[in-house]
């Protein structure tokens, strides 16, 4: 309806042009409160170097990881291994840029894995008037009290050997430790995304989308789930790096990934008897998974202030 | 205090039920025979074998094993190690003390740290000592167990040969000299596991006293005239701990994680350690039962914490 008077004096006239004022979206105010964490912005970018070092240096760094040398086995860090070698003469950069990849993988995986089962769960329970809501959050308190890695090494002890056959070595491993992490952290999350739904579904926005004859699903997906997401993006960042130690814990353990798969933790379960005599074979990856962990979890503190409208101060 | 203390006690009997159930699920799903190793070795008959198996029960019904195994853990019947030979509920009671020793004495230390350090940085935030308390919390909390571990043991046994890096249980010390040999054997652990776990108590104690420290009851008390030194102790810091002693009694299940890899680095032998090596020899009877305890510790430590609500929040025990 051309000419018609528009309902407020900001109501955009159609045909006019607009003027490209300054962009506004909740997305860039986030961005720019998240630039105000030096830390965070710091760990972002130190991460960033650390990703692209692990997926394009293998193209530079052509050592292959399994090239066993014994004329320079256990050897410091020099030109031709910067890293060092280990007791079989193995170049340790090579096999670490090698693990990097699947440590962060199962961390990127295994935070999907908690975030879709918590997401779902708390979405259920949220939503629910009836018994579900309660039944299902027993379960979660049932879950958030099962001891983590005693459960997780149970799990891995009965199934590796059926899914190494299903999968091959690799595959099998991956899957179950992604499986078995994920499924033991969605807890936080289920509640935290409970809790957003129990207020949000009461708010008008959501009443006037049910008014309107939206279906539940579409109350959520469009209308809650935005609303809510903010805390459950915090939670999954903090749950990559728990992923990342919960993996290096197992194969630190010997109960993770083959040898013939160097993530940081089996690097390190390999070089932990040669602490006196090769020290530099533990320190490198030891530092990597450090590293990683702490700009994750200072971008995770970061993303907090950005996203988190709960926050004090 | 009493009839809140029962109902507790009822609450927590289902969720022990569901933690078993879930560890029988686990292992009735897990393909194979869980308790094959005896009854497929090759030197065992086949007759013996039948026997074996009916005599454990293994082609009886899933509900039907899961309460035999059941009434057969209340009757204090855990079973037979497979690889130690003997049974299950001594070699537990033989590594518990060891364990016990470790997470308390770990946990006492991460309180002694967080405590003053979160009160202290609550009270004046974003001063520079807030500042470096809460960057190092998480350099606390990003370096993982097993790396610490490492580090102290290649810095302090390796290098400065100060500390020795095997803990062992059979000093051959009397007296005092006894209580030197352990508390040098234990320092490493102890400090590994508790500055983890006070790297995280330490940011929810700051975060638990800066919610409490705006409220009006402490401005009254201010107003009334009381120190500063008192409003804090007394009426700030008592209501930041309901919060607080909840997430410690949440976080124990990851402290029972750090504590099997301490005890797997420092070859402390504790039910951490024994879990790690009978998962290594198959020795199954032995990894339900420590999977089971390491349960019930956690079910007895969220009552533990239920107790100490009652204490901290008195209008709990009426309601």
């Given at each position: 309806m051309a000419g018609s008077i528009p309902a407020s004096a900001s109501a955009e006239i159609a045909g006019a042009p607009q003027r490209p004022a300054r962009p506004f979206s909740p997305w860039l105010d986030a961005w720019r409160r998240f630039r105000r964490h030096r830390l965070a912005v710091a760990s972002l970018f130190i991460l960033a170097a650390m990703i692209g070092a692990i997926l394009l240096a293998p193209l530079i760094w052509?050592?292959?990881?399994?090239?066993?040398?014994f004329s320079a086995h256990l050897e410091g860090p020099s030109w031709a291994h910067p890293f060092g070698t280990d007791d079989l003469g193995q170049d340790v950069l090579a096999r670490m840029l090698y693990g990097g990849r699947i440590s962060l993988a199962v961390g990127l995986a295994a935070m999907m894995v908690a975030m879709v089962v918590g997401t779902i769960v708390g979405a259920v329970a949220g939503m629910s008037r009836g018994w579900v809501g309660p039944a299902l959050m027993w379960l979660t308190d049932l879950f958030l009290s099962l001891p983590q890695l005693p459960l997780l090494l149970l799990v891995i002890y009965l199934f590796r050997d059926t899914l190494k056959a299903m999968f091959g070595v690799e595959g099998g491993v991956f899957i179950l430790v992604v499986v078995v992490i994920g499924g033991l952290r969605w807890m936080p999350v289920a509640r935290l995304v409970r809790a957003q739904f129990l207020s949000l579904r009461e708010k008008e926005f959501v009443e006037a989308a049910r008014a309107l004859g939206a279906s539940k699903l579409r109350q959520v997906v469009r209308h809650i789930l935005p609303n809510a997401l903010g805390p459950v993006i915090v939670a999954g960042t903090i749950d990559v790096a728990a992923a990342i130690i919960a993996e290096s814990t197992l194969s630190f353990l010997g109960l993770g990934f083959p040898p013939d798969v160097p993530t940081w933790g089996r690097i390190l379960y390999d070089a932990k008897d040669y602490l006196d005599i090769a020290p530099h074979w533990a320190l490198f990856p030891g530092a990597a998974i450090f590293l990683t962990v702490l700009s994750i979890n200072f971008i995770g503190d970061g993303l907090r202030d950005a996203l988190d409208p709960r926050k004090v101060m | 205090m009493g009839p809140y203390l029962l109902r507790r006690l009822v609450i927590a009997i289902p969720s022990l039920l569901g933690i078993s159930v879930v560890l029988f699920a686990v292992l009735a799903l897990?393909?194979?025979?869980?308790?094959?190793?005896l009854a497929t070795n090759p030197a065992i008959p086949p007759e013996v074998r039948m026997a074996l198996r009916v005599k454990f029960g293994l082609d009886d019904p899933v509900p039907l094993r899961y309460l035999h195994w059941l009434s057969a853990m209340l009757h204090g019947d855990w079973g037979f190690s497979f690889a130690s030979r003997i049974n299950v509920d001594t070699l537990i009671l033989q590594r518990l003390p060891a364990t016990l020793f470790v997470i308390g004495s770990a946990q006492l230390l991460a309180l002694v740290v967080a405590l003053p350090v979160g009160v202290y940085a609550a009270t004046r935030p974003y001063s520079v000592f807030d500042q470096i308390a809460n960057t190092l919390a998480f350099v606390g909390f990003s370096l993982p167990t097993f790396f610490t571990g490492l580090l102290l043991i290649l810095v302090f046994s390796i290098q400065l040969d100060w500390l020795p890096f095997v803990y062992r249980a059979d000093i051959d010390a009397t007296g005092w000299h006894w209580y030197w040999e352990q508390f040098r054997q234990s320092i490493m652990p102890i400090t590994v596991l508790g500055l983890f776990q006070g790297a995280s108590l330490t940011r929810y104690v700051r975060s638990a006293v800066l919610d409490v420290i705006r409220l009006d009851y402490v401005t009254t008390a201010r107003a009334k005239g009381l120190g500063e030194r008192t409003v804090v102790i007394k009426h700030v810091v008592r209501n930041a701990m309901i919060p607080v002693v909840t997430l410690v009694a949440l976080q124990l299940p990851a402290v029972f994680g750090g504590a099997i890899v301490t005890e797997q680095i420092f070859r402390i032998p504790g039910i951490g350690a024994l879990l790690i090596s009978a998962i290594l020899s198959n020795d199954t009877p032995v990894v339900m039962a420590v999977t089971f305890v390491f349960a019930c510790l956690v079910v007895l430590f969220n009552l533990l914490a239920d107790v100490m609500y009652g204490w901290l929040d008195p209008r709990i025990s009426f309601g």
């Open positions: 052509r050592v292959a990881i399994n090239d066993i040398d | 897990a393909p194979g025979d869980p308790f094959g190793e």
